[in-house]
């Protein structure tokens, strides 16, 4: 008898495959993948050299731990083209990563790797509502950073209309949203509020626009911001994760239950790691996500350290989706502020900023070393209404967000609060910390 699930699956043979014959499957790519390694990329040969391990020695998918890691810093070692597999002949597209953290990370992809990333693609779009029927408008950047691309390629995989307008130009993508009738949506969370506060101020009614769904990611975003875009865009907001070491976005995506995001594990095999210790961490607790491309052939990695934080949800999900769920990600292990011993988090401020409402979602945390100590900034936009009233009204604002923070995460910091639109703006990824700290 044929199965039936609750909502729309692109791929049911993979996506709902029984877990013990996708462990068999994995443990037989992995096998493969090492032995691809070894004879064809002499970083990977001299790591397993230098461990003494030999490819025959992988017999099992659980062997994967006593494998060596990759780091982003091996990918910038080996600049740009080192880690290749193959010979640039068959390198079909580049792309580098957006360099958030540096020098950009370059990553080549063959014919079957651009195969690979339109599937995953496809799955995704299909798990976050997208039909054949679906018109998309795809505000993410096309170029280099592999989001805009990366979208295209799967919407077109699933019959869908895509719309490749790329990012900015907002008044743009609002005579579109209007005129074209797109239902689904693709850009940085941050964006997505930015245009919503545009079309506000036009004055467009958003029960005019066809939108019913957005499809979000490439920066960290918390729950409460999801229920402030899905507020004002009057719209299913889905999350969408994926990094361009591994495949660009697609690596993992919520399906409409918006209950972790499903990690398409038959090409994408994920480990949470303990990052100071590199050891795998219990079930379920939070820990560095580390990711193995299974099937990848131009730059393929092993136990990839994504410096993202994150837990396993192993229990099956409601859709069907066998794939295990990854949480929302906390945030990097390099954007983690330590502010006199606490670890905080961008998105754990942006968690309370959104709850009060006098303040708009626009928010930038500045660090600063005074006297040694560690002092963080939180500079917060206010609404029009709020910003005329007086200083004191003002005042007591700021002292309200300094408790609620305080309360909730431990830490004491300064709120001020600014003119709407005073923080900068980005088409793509937002800014959100600005260090003063030098150390
Ligand atoms: P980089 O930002 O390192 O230049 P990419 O452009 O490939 O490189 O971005 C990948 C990174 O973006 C991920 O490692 C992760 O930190 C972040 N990211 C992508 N999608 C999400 C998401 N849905 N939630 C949180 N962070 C995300
Ligand atoms: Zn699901």
Known sequence: MKK???YSIWNIEMETMDREVRKSLQTYRLKELVWYLYDNVKFYKDKFNEKGIHPNEVRDIEDI????????????????????????????????????????????????????????????????????????????????????????????????????????????????????????????????????????????????????YGIFGAEPWSEAMRNEIEKRLGIKAINIYGLSEIIGPGVANECLEQAGLHIYDDHFYPE?????????????????????????????????????????????????????????IMGRTDDMLIIRGVNVFPSQIEEVLVQIEEVAPHYQLIVDREHNLDVLTVMVEVDEK?????????????????????????????????????IERSEGKAKRIIDNRKI
Request: charged residues 25%; proline residues 5%.
């Open 272 to 328: 949470i790691i303990d990052p100071a210790t590199g050891k795998k961490v219990k079930d379920g607790e939070i820990g560095e996500l580390v990711i193995t491309t299974l099937t990848k052939k131009g730059i393929p990695l092993l136990r990839y350290r994504t410096r993202d934080l994150t837990r396993i949800i192993s229990e099956p999900c409601k859709c069907g989706r066998t794939h295990p769920r990854i949480d929302r």
């Open 386 to 422: 709020v910003f005329s009233d007086e200083i004191k009204k003002l005042e007591m604002i700021e002292r309200k967000i300094e408790n609620e923070i305080e309360s909730m995460l431990g830490i004491s910091v300064r709120v001020k609060l600014v003119e709407p639109r005073t």
């Open 4 to 6: 039936s699930f609750p």
């Open 65 to 212: 731990e006593n494998l060596p890691f990759t780091n982003k810093t091996d990918l910038r070692d080996n600049y740009p083209f080192g880690l290749f597999a193959v010979p640039m002949e068959e390198i079909v597209r580049i792309h580098a990563s957006s360099g958030t953290t540096g020098k950009p990370t370059v990553v080549g992809y063959t014919q079957s790797d651009i195969e690979l990333w339109a599937e995953v693609m496809a799955r995704s779009l299909v798990a976050s509502g997208a039909t054949k029927n679906s018109i998309v408008q795809n505000a993410y950047g096309y170029g280099l950073f592999t989001g805009g691309l990366g979208v295209h390629y799967g919407a077109e995989r699933i019959g869908a209309t895509v719309i490749p307008i790329s990012g900015g130009n907002t008044a743009r993508q609002i005579l579109i949203l209007e005129d074209f009738g797109p239902d689904i949506i693709t850009c940085t969370p941050s964006y997505s509020l930015y245009l919503a506060e545009e079309i506000e101020k036009k004055n467009i009614k958003m029960q005019n626009l066809k939108l019913k």
